[in-house]
């Protein structure tokens, strides 16, 4: 055993099942040892999950990189988001590990984190967003793909029409919405 195989048996447990039901005795199953072994390779079940989403996180990131290099704007965009989509569903538990928000002294979590927003960052100055906008830009982003992968997974799309068809033409709104960005944004209140 090493920890990368833990972290790696453990990835392909939380896919078959949920990363929230994720247990040693799963993993120590699944490797065919005894539950104390584990123990020499992670540090417990919240190691073991840092240790994944840290993974999956490089995972997403290397992903998204392949889907967006020498594209722009909304060719750049459609490429992240069809490999964010594709990265959810044919890796559920693994996607909900990225959900996890690294603490500040974890520099692996802090890292993978960086390089899949240096990915997103990148695809938004295609459209001329940067700087503070970028994170109202990457927020909007991030919540309608999570959006979709979360009520998808859980069946939220309940009429028969095809659920990428509508995931596609948000994309397509967004593309729409992030090259209109530069006009000033209305305020509430």
């Keep these: 055993l090493t920890p990368a195989l833990v972290v790696s048996v ?3 447990v939380a896919d078959e099942s949920r990363f929230d039901q994720l247990t040693l005795a799963a993993v120590a199953q699944r490797l065919g040892v005894a539950l104390p072994s584990l123990y020499k390779h992670v540090g417990g079940l919240d190691d073991l999950r840092r240790r994944m989403s840290v993974e999956a996180l490089d995972e997403l990131g290397d992903a998204l990189s392949r889907a967006t290099v020498g594209r722009s704007r909304g060719d750049a965009l459609r490429g992240l988001a069809g490999a964010y989509w594709e990265y959810a569903h044919a890796h559920p538990g693994r996607y909900a590990a990225t959900l996890r928000s690294p603490a500040a002294d974890d520099a692996d979590a802090v890292a993978t984190t960086a390089h899949v927003l240096e990915v997103v960052y990148a695809v938004l100055a295609g459209y001329g967003i940067t700087d503070e906008d970028e994170g109202d830009a990457t927020r909007m982003l991030r919540a309608v793909l999570h959006g979709y992968a979360v009520l998808e997974s859980a069946g939220g799309f ?15 709104a967004l593309d729409a919405m992030f090259t209109d960005w530069s006009r000033p944004a209305r305020r509430s209140g």
């Design 10 to 12: 453990a990835s392909v």
């Design 158 to 172: 309940g009429t028969p029409r095809d659920i990428r068809r509508s995931f596609d033409r948000v994309i397509d």
